[in-house]
């Protein structure tokens, strides 16, 4: 009962009061469309994060919603919870990007905002993320990962796309779970180089930590297929494969040259923090 005492407290805390030091962790959580299940992963992960007692920041990067989503988030006036919102839906690629960028964390999680990683698996990250690794990302490929409810289908394209990665000479062999931990100087050089807007920015990152020389792991995870997901399994595979290929061709143009800013080539709008945090 103690301890569940010192969880709550912990978390009241962070609700109510500004954290009082820098954030040692920010959590950056892409929303596009999410109303049944934002507020859910919010309660989640601020739970955990907070008893962990460490001072950390939660930072909602919706991607023009067109639901309540946004509504939802501003009512909870968090004191430690920012809202970044774009002026329309633009890709999960760029609402990742804004969100790290914004973030003050000396450690950056990435998570979805169905959970289908448990927040409770950032502990295995972090650890490794002690010992001198750069980007950490969560498998569900690895030795000992857990994974429920994937579909057939999902299994099918996962394996074909891992046999493509690896000819592309990236050792990581889950790269699109969407649970990854970067130390902040990875975090900055790599958003600040992505260019790819959609679902295969997790790719583009990946490679452009191999090119850079930064320390990647890949650790195991628990991973539950969340229902609801509005994701075409086959639709997003073959954009990745095509990425594949943009990807390799903005390296040979030089679009990944050192101190040329993400998504140079057109016009961006500003984030807008309008939740909790400094501005």
């Given at each position: 009962?103690?301890?569940?005492?010192?969880?709550?407290?912990?978390?009241?805390d962070w609700v109510t009061e500004p954290n009082g030091s820098p954030p040692v962790v920010s959590v950056v959580i892409p929303a596009y469309n999410e109303e049944w299940r934002i507020l859910p992963t919010i309660g989640a992960i601020a739970t955990h994060m907070s008893a962990r007692g460490e001072p950390w920041e939660l930072i909602i990067?919706?991607?023009?919603s067109t639901d309540t989503t946004r509504t939802l988030v501003q009512d909870l006036r968090f004191a430690n919870l920012r809202l970044l919102i774009a002026d329309r839906n633009?890709?999960?690629?760029?609402?990742?990007?804004?969100?790290v960028l914004a973030a003050q964390g000396d450690l950056v999680l990435f998570a979805d905002a169905d959970q289908s990683t448990p927040i409770e698996q950032y502990d295995r990250l972090a650890g490794l993320s002690g010992q001198g690794y750069d980007v950490v990302v969560g498998s569900r490929s690895a030795d000992g990962a857990r994974v429920s409810g994937k579909s057939l289908t999902r299994r099918v394209l996962s394996g074909g796309l891992q046999t493509v990665v690896r000819g592309f000479g990236i050792s990581v062999s889950d790269t699109q779970c969407g649970f990854k931990l970067f130390t902040r100087d990875a975090a900055r050089t790599l958003f600040t180089t992505q260019i790819v807007d959609g679902f295969s920015f997790d790719l583009e990152v990946l490679y452009l930590a191999h090119r850079r020389g930064f320390r990647v792991a890949e650790v195991p995870v628990e991973w539950i297929d969340a229902p609801g997901s509005t994701v075409d399994a086959a639709k997003v595979s073959l954009q990745f494969v095509r990425d594949l290929a943009r990807i390799r061709?903005?390296?040979?143009?030089?679009?990944?040259a050192p101190g040329r800013p993400a998504g140079h080539d057109r016009p961006t709008t500003p984030p807008v923090p309008s939740v909790g945090g400094p501005p």
């Open positions: 009962m103690t301890g569940a005492r010192s969880a709550y407290r912990a978390y009241r990067a919706d991607d023009g633009r890709g999960k690629g760029s609402a990742v990007r804004r969100g061709l903005n390296d040979l143009r030089g679009r990944y």
